[in-house]
C-alpha cells in the first residue's frame, strides 16, 4: 500500500455517492477545482491587523453548516440504503446514523472490517471572510487586503503565520477565531531586495462557521498564496472567490450581525459530530497511529476525560493540526444522552501567546502551538505532548501515563484490523473500507462499550462495579482504577466502585 504523505488533499466524502450494489467500487470523487478564473486586476491595498473602523463580526453565526436536509445511509451486510431526515421547526438537521448490525452493548464485539456508515449531507458555502497576511520587516505580521473591508481580524495575522514559519518554505494552518474556524496556506519565497532582508513571505486565509468546509479550498488558497508571492497585490481573484462563496449572515432589527445562534455544536448531541467524519485528509489516522503508537491509548483516556490537551512541535504546523483532529476523534460516543453535561471537547487547533486570554476560560480543548513558552503556563493546560512525550504536572493524573495490559491488548487488536483491512485491500477483496473508518470506529465502539456497561450498572437493582463489568468494558480493574473514579465523575454516573487497590508488593 502507497503510504500517503501529510500535504494529502482532504477527502470531500460529501460528494460520493450513495453506493452501487451493481458496482463492485464506486468512482472516486471528483477533487475540488485549483483556482478560479482571474478578472482584471485590482489595485493593491494595504490594511494593518489594527487598522479602526471594522465592525466586529467574530460572534456571528457559530453554526456548525449543517443544512436542513441531511441523508443518512443505512447499513447491513446485505444492502445499504438512504433516507432524507429533515430538521424539526425548519432548524439544522441532524445526520441520522444507524449502525449496521446489533444494537450497542457490553457484550458485542467491535465489528470490523466490513461494516461501514458514512453521514452525507447538504451544505452551503459560507465564506464569512477571505484575507491575505504578509510579513513587514518594519510593523511585522499584518493584514494587507481583506474581504468584507470592516470585519474584525485582529490576531488573524498571527494564526495564520506560525511563530518560526521563517524557517520553512510553506505550510497551512487550522485555528479558530471567536466563532469561526480559519484555513490559512502560508509560503516563503527569496527575494533579492534589501528592503525585504532576502525573503517574501505571506498567508491566504478564509474564515468560516465551521471547519467542515475549509478542506475544499486548500488547494485554491495554495494557489493564491503563490501568486501573491510572485505578483503581489493581485487580488482579483481573491475578489471573485469571496464574491462567488461569501455567507449571508443574518442581521438583527439594528442592523448588527447577529450572534451565535441557540442551535450551535454546544446545544446538539455531541456524537459523532459530522465535522469529526469529513474533515479529515487522507492517511491522517494511519500516520497519527504510526506517530503515536501505543501512546494513543493514554491520550485517549485524556480525550475521554475531557481534559485540556495541548500539543507542541516547532513548524510546520498543518499535519500537527490533523493530531489535534485526531485526538478529538478519540472520545466519540454514539449512545444517546452520554456526555451531554460534560464540557465539549473542542479542537482550537493552532493557538499563540493571542489565545492566552481564551484558554483561561476554556475547560476542555484539544490545541496545539509551535511557542515553547506554553511548557511553562501549566494553569492553561493539563497534558502536554511534546513529540512522542506525553505528560501531565497533575498529581492526579500521573497514573493514566502508564500503560497497562488491557491498553497494550486494545492496541494490538487495532494494529491487527489495521492489518486485516491493508490485506484485503492488497488482494482487492475490499474497496470501501479505509483507515479512518476503522479508526474512529474502534474507539466509538469502545467508548460506546464502556458506557453502556456503566448505564446498565447504574440501572440495575444492585449499582455496583464489579472488577467483571470493569474487564467487560476492555479496561484494566487495577490499573485503570483512578481513570474509572475520574470517568465516574466527569460523567456523573451513579454507580458504587468496589473494586480494591492492589497491595503493596
Same mark, same amino acid.
Given at each position: 500500500?502507497?503510504?500517503?504523505?501529510?500535504? /494529502?488533499?482532504?477527502?470531500?466524502?460529501?460528494?460520493?455517492?450513495?453506493?452501487?450494489?451493481?458496482?463492485?467500487?464506486?468512482?472516486?470523487?471528483?477533487?475540488?477545482?485549483?483556482?478560479?478564473?482571474?478578472?482584471?486586476?485590482?489595485?493593491?491595498?494595504?490594511?494593518?491587523?489594527?487598522?479602526?473602523?471594522?465592525?466586529?463580526?467574530?460572534?456571528?453565526?457559530?453554526?456548525?453548516?449543517?443544512?436542513?436536509?441531511?441523508?443518512?445511509?443505512?447499513?447491513?451486510?446485505?444492502?445499504?440504503?438512504?433516507?432524507?431526515? /429533515?430538521?424539526?421547526?425548519?432548524?439544522?438537521?441532524?445526520?441520522?446514523?444507524?449502525?449496521?448490525?446489533?444494537?450497542?452493548?457490553?457484550?458485542?464485539?467491535?465489528?470490523?472490517?466490513?461494516?461501514?456508515?458514512?453521514?452525507?449531507?447538504?451544505?452551503?458555502?459560507?465564506?464569512?471572510?477571505?484575507?491575505?497576511?504578509?510579513?513587514?520587516?518594519?510593523?511585522?505580521?499584518?493584514?494587507?487586503?481583506?474581504?468584507?473591508?470592516?470585519?474584525?481580524?485582529?490576531?488573524?495575522?498571527?494564526?495564520?503565520?506560525?511563530?518560526?514559519?521563517?524557517?520553512?518554505?510553506?505550510?497551512?494552518?487550522?485555528?479558530?477565531?471567536?466563532?469561526?474556524?480559519?484555513?490559512?496556506?502560508?509560503?516563503?519565497?527569496?527575494?533579492?531586495?534589501?528592503?525585504?532582508?532576502?525573503?517574501?513571505?505571506?498567508?491566504?486565509?478564509?474564515?468560516?462557521?465551521?471547519?467542515?468546509?475549509?478542506?475544499?479550498?486548500?488547494?485554491?488558497?495554495?494557489?493564491?498564496?503563490?501568486?501573491?508571492?510572485?505578483?503581489?497585490?493581485?487580488?482579483?481573484?481573491?475578489?471573485?472567490?469571496?464574491?462567488?462563496?461569501?455567507?449571508?449572515?443574518?442581521?438583527?432589527?439594528?442592523?448588527?450581525?447577529?450572534?451565535?445562534?441557540?442551535?450551535?455544536?454546544?446545544?446538539?448531541?455531541?456524537?459523532?459530530?459530522?465535522?469529526?467524519?469529513?474533515?479529515?485528509?487522507?492517511?491522517?489516522?494511519?500516520?497519527?497511529?504510526?506517530?503515536?503508537?501505543?501512546?494513543?491509548?493514554?491520550?485517549?483516556?485524556?480525550?475521554?476525560?475531557?481534559?485540556?490537551?495541548?500539543?507542541?512541535?516547532?513548524?510546520?504546523?498543518?499535519?500537527?493540526?490533523?493530531?489535534?483532529?485526531?485526538?478529538?476523534?478519540?472520545?466519540?460516543?454514539?449512545?444517546?444522552?452520554?456526555?451531554?453535561?460534560?464540557?465539549?471537547?473542542?479542537?482550537?487547533?493552532?493557538?499563540?501567546?493571542?489565545?492566552?486570554?481564551?484558554?483561561?476560560?476554556?475547560?476542555?480543548?484539544?490545541?496545539?502551538?509551535?511557542?515553547?513558552?506554553?511548557?511553562?503556563?501549566?494553569?492553561?493546560?493539563?497534558?502536554?505532548?511534546?513529540?512522542?512525550?506525553?505528560?501531565?504536572?497533575?498529581?492526579?493524573?500521573?497514573?493514566?501515563?502508564?500503560?497497562?495490559?488491557?491498553?497494550?491488548?486494545?492496541?494490538?487488536?487495532?494494529?491487527?484490523?489495521?492489518?486485516?483491512?491493508?490485506?484485503?485491500?492488497?488482494?482487492?477483496?475490499?474497496?470501501?473500507?479505509?483507515?479512518?473508518?476503522?479508526?474512529?470506529?474502534?474507539?466509538?465502539?469502545?467508548?460506546?462499550?464502556?458506557?453502556?456497561?456503566?448505564?446498565?450498572?447504574?440501572?440495575?437493582?444492585?449499582?455496583?462495579?464489579?472488577?467483571?463489568?470493569?474487564?467487560?468494558?476492555?479496561?484494566?480493574?487495577?490499573?485503570?482504577?483512578?481513570?474509572?473514579?475520574?470517568?465516574?465523575?466527569?460523567?456523573?454516573?451513579?454507580?458504587?466502585?468496589?473494586?480494591?487497590?492492589?497491595?503493596?508488593?
Amino acid at each position: 500500500m502507497v503510504k500517503q504523505s501529510d500535504r /494529502a488533499p482532504l477527502l470531500d466524502w460529501e460528494e460520493i455517492p450513495p453506493p452501487d450494489p451493481n458496482q463492485a467500487c464506486p468512482p472516486p470523487a471528483q477533487p475540488p477545482p485549483a483556482s478560479l478564473p482571474r478578472d482584471e486586476d485590482a489595485p493593491p491595498r494595504k490594511k494593518s491587523s489594527q487598522a479602526s473602523g471594522r465592525r466586529a463580526a467574530t460572534d456571528a453565526l457559530a453554526g456548525t453548516g449543517w443544512s436542513s436536509k441531511s441523508t443518512a445511509i443505512t447499513c447491513t451486510p446485505a444492502k445499504c440504503g438512504t433516507a432524507v431526515v /429533515a430538521g424539526g421547526n425548519g432548524g439544522s438537521g441532524r445526520p441520522q446514523t444507524v449502525l449496521c448490525g446489533q444494537p450497542l452493548g457490553r457484550d458485542r464485539a467491535v465489528p470490523f472490517p466490513g461494516l461501514l456508515v458514512r453521514d452525507q449531507w447538504e451544505e452551503k458555502d459560507q465564506i464569512v471572510a477571505v484575507f491575505v497576511v504578509t510579513f513587514d520587516t518594519r510593523s511585522g505580521n499584518m493584514v494587507e487586503f481583506c474581504l468584507p473591508h470592516d470585519i474584525d481580524l485582529d490576531g488573524v495575522e498571527f494564526k495564520s503565520m506560525a511563530s518560526g514559519s521563517h524557517r520553512i518554505t510553506n505550510d497551512f494552518i487550522y485555528f479558530r477565531k471567536g466563532c469561526y474556524f480559519g484555513l490559512a496556506c502560508f509560503a516563503n519565497m527569496p527575494v533579492e531586495s534589501e528592503l525585504e532582508r532576502g525573503a517574501r513571505m505571506k498567508s491566504v486565509g478564509i474564515l468560516c462557521p465551521s471547519y467542515t468546509l475549509l478542506y475544499r479550498y486548500m488547494h485554491f488558497l495554495e494557489n493564491q498564496v503563490r501568486l501573491q508571492l510572485q505578483s503581489p497585490g493581485q487580488y482579483s481573484p481573491l475578489e471573485a472567490f469571496y464574491e462567488d462563496k461569501r455567507a449571508v449572515l443574518p442581521l438583527t432589527g439594528n442592523g448588527l450581525v447577529t450572534a451565535c445562534p441557540a442551535w450551535s455544536v454546544t446545544t446538539l448531541n455531541r456524537c459523532m459530530h459530522p465535522e469529526m467524519k469529513i474533515t479529515h485528509p487522507a492517511g491522517c489516522m494511519s500516520q497519527f497511529i504510526q506517530f503515536f503508537g501505543e501512546q494513543i491509548m493514554v491520550l485517549w483516556k485524556f480525550a475521554l476525560l475531557r481534559k485540556r490537551l495541548l500539543i507542541f512541535s516547532p513548524p510546520p504546523v498543518g499535519v500537527v493540526c490533523y493530531r489535534v483532529y485526531c485526538c478529538c476523534c478519540l472520545a466519540n460516543v454514539s449512545l444517546p444522552g452520554v456526555g451531554v453535561s460534560v464540557p465539549e471537547l473542542r479542537p482550537f487547533f493552532y493557538i499563540n501567546v493571542a489565545d492566552i486570554g481564551t484558554l483561561e476560560t476554556e475547560v476542555s480543548y484539544v490545541a496545539c502551538t509551535t511557542e515553547k513558552i506554553f511548557e511553562e503556563k501549566k494553569d492553561l493546560y493539563d497534558v502536554y505532548v511534546d513529540n512522542q512525550n506525553v505528560k501531565t504536572h497533575r498529581s492526579h493524573l500521573q497514573p493514566l501515563l502508564r500503560l497497562n495490559a488491557a491498553d497494550k491488548e486494545k492496541y494490538r487488536k487495532l494494529s491487527e484490523q489495521r492489518q486485516l483491512l491493508l490485506y484485503s485491500q492488497e488482494v482487492g477483496e475490499d474497496c470501501t473500507s479505509n483507515e479512518e473508518d476503522l479508526f474512529i470506529l474502534f474507539f466509538m465502539e469502545l467508548n460506546n462499550r464502556i458506557f453502556q456497561t456503566l448505564s446498565d450498572v447504574a440501572g440495575s437493582v444492585d449499582p455496583t462495579l464489579t472488577a467483571d463489568h470493569v474487564r467487560a468494558m476492555g479496561l484494566d480493574p487495577q490499573g485503570d482504577r483512578s481513570f474509572l473514579v475520574d470517568l465516574l465523575e466527569v460523567y456523573g454516573v451513579d454507580v458504587t466502585l468496589v473494586i480494591d487497590s492492589p497491595c503493596c508488593t
